[in-house]
T-cell receptor
């Protein structure tokens, strides 16, 4: 069975640009969560979407937004990129809205120069 | 606020040594607790979990017991292998009624030498 897939694998952007990251959950999973992992730290929760609606938002500025599509895939958008946005962005899928047993993708490494 | 604290790394051990990685959490209520492992260049993999006090999670020789008295969930393995070298993250569920948000510790790097 395919696991969680994310694209692209790596991305280099310039300050002020915007970026879109994509995630496809495990088949049958309806919840997608996004996490930011800065080098040397644990993942920080950004968003959770379940059944195409936002169910949770972490302490991130409004430059960060996301959405979930009818096939349960998801996009994370970041506008007006800052150097501090450089990180590994992880997507996790789970069966239900309150399911903590989450399956992570390999991540997208974003570098902002 | 809710948080998870892990022991500082890196932890360097010889093969077949005993491993303990300490993890404590702050909590209102009784959150679900997890250990995730991240191998170089990969995403996180769920290693084990415990959902209530005194539960013991186990997988691949790793164990952790949910201790509500000490708010701890220490990871142990009796005999580590070189292939166990990775970063280990302790995490707790947020306890929210409407989101499956996970709260992670900062991670502990384990290096096992032959």
């Amino acid at each position: 069975d395919a696991g969680v897939t994310q694209s692209p694998t790596h991305l280099i952007k310039t300050r002020g640009q915007h970026v879109t990251l994509r995630c496809s959950p495990i088949s049958g999973h309806k919840s997608v969560s996004w996490y930011q992992q800065v080098l040397g730290q644990g993942p920080q929760f950004i968003f959770q979407y379940y059944e195409k609606e936002e169910r949770g938002r972490g302490n991130f500025p409004d430059r960060f937004s996301a959405r979930q599509f009818p096939n349960y895939s998801s996009e994370l958008n970041v506008n007006a990129l800052l150097l501090g946005d450089s990180a590994l962005y992880l997507c996790a899928s789970s069966l239900g809205q309150i399911s903590y047993e989450q399956y992570f993708g390999p991540g997208t490494r974003l570098t902002v120069t | 606020g809710d948080s998870v604290t892990q022991m500082e790394g890196p932890v360097t051990l010889s093969e077949e040594a005993f491993l303990t990685i300490n993890c404590t959490y702050t909590a209102t209520g009784y959150p679900s607790l997890f250990w995730y492992v991240q191998y170089p260049g990969e995403g996180l993999q769920l290693l084990l979990k415990a959902t209530k006090a005194d539960d013991k999670g186990s997988n691949k020789g790793f164990e952790a017991t949910y201790r509500k008295e000490t708010t701890s969930f220490h990871l142990e393995k009796g005999s580590v292998q070189v292939s166990d070298s990775a970063v280990y993250f302790c995490a707790r569920g947020s306890g929210s009624s409407n989101t499956g948000k996970l709260i992670f510790g900062q991670g502990t790097t384990l290096q096992v030498k032959p």
